[in-house]
């Protein structure tokens, strides 16, 4: 196996990990002092992906890896996740890229950004009126 491929499979193992909520496997693929670019942000720990994949309220019904491309220590790739707002029963689809880098078999650092309006305006937690700007 080529580091290419345990890499794709490194990052579709945490990616696993939002529909089974599995956090001993989250800690195995996710390193501790992660760095975690996205939505305007920079943060640093495993215990923010933590709080995403055990987000209370919202459960993961289906994962669709769209594109996953693999070259040296980075893996790239673009997913539709289907959440179910518990509360509601409301379903939506979200639209995800991100960049992965890793060292030694786990994620050490990515980058990303996700469709948040669109899940929230379609699990109906932001009204449905037209945005002004």
């Not at 089974?20 to 670019?37: G, M």
């Not at 209370?56 to 769209?66: A, F, K």
């Not at 790239?76 to 939506?92: E, I, P």
């Not at 994620?107 to 929230?120: A, R, S, T």
Request: charged share 25%; hydrophobic share 45%.
């Amino acid at each position: 196996m080529t580091e290419q491929e345990r890499n794709a499979e490194v990052v579709r193992r945490y990616l696993r990990t939002f529909v089974t909520k599995d956090l001993a496997e989250l800690r195995a693929v996710v390193a501790e002092d992660v760095l975690i670019y996205g939505s305007g942000t920079r943060v640093r720990g495993r215990r923010f992906v933590e709080g995403a994949v055990s987000s209370p309220g919202l459960t993961v019904l289906d994962q669709e890896i769209v594109e996953l491309f693999a070259a040296g220590d980075r893996v790239v790739v673009s997913l539709a996740q289907t959440y179910r707002r518990d509360a509601t029963g409301a379903t939506a689809v979200q639209s995800t890229c991100k960049m992965y880098r890793l060292a030694g078999g786990r994620i050490v650092q990515f980058w990303g950004e996700q469709d948040v309006f669109g899940l929230l305006r379609g699990l109906g937690m932001l009204a449905d009126e037209p945005i002004e700007f």
